[in-house]
């Protein structure tokens, strides 16, 4: 469940600009998130949207409607190919710990997560921070 949710528009930081193939100066629609488990925060999330992308959807409105972000996208003609996921872990900054409320010396994981389109197009990133202690991940795929 979100608690809290914050969307805008901002410069890209060199991060977000390295993440989807940006120019210096670009406009992302930035989505801010706090996620919540049994009334506990668990996860912070931020999810970028090149501007051009996003100006006039529903994806600058709070609700983005029935399969989010990724469905707005692919009816603006981005047809979703595949997803890249960075997993790391660390500590977590004193701002992180404050809004996770983590007790002193809980570490965090970090999961970067870049959509692409058919066209090899990087469309759409999402850092999350989740409270390490709260998530198990789990990942299949296939062999071939």
């Not at 914050?6 to 210096?24: F, I, K, N, Q």
């Not at 500590?91 to 809004?99: A, D, G, I, L, S």
């Amino acid at each position: 469940m979100v608690d809290q949710l914050e969307v805008g528009y901002e410069v890209a930081s060199t991060a977000v600009r390295e993440g989807l193939a940006l120019p210096a100066r670009a406009r992302v629609l930035a989505r801010r998130r706090r996620y919540l488990l049994d009334e506990h925060p668990v996860e912070l999330a931020e999810s970028y949207i090149p501007a051009l992308l996003a100006k006039g959807t529903q994806m600058e409105e709070r609700n983005t409607g029935p399969g989010g972000i990724y469905a707005r996208l692919e009816e603006s003609g981005h047809q979703l190919e595949e997803f890249m996921e960075e997993v790391g872990s660390r500590m977590p900054t004193p701002e992180e710990r404050q809004r996770l409320l983590l007790p002193e010396g809980t570490p965090v994981l970090t999961v970067r997560r870049v959509a692409y389109d058919v066209e090899g197009v990087p469309v759409e990133m999402t850092d999350t921070v989740k409270a390490a202690p709260s998530y198990v991940l789990e990942y299949r795929f296939p062999a071939r």
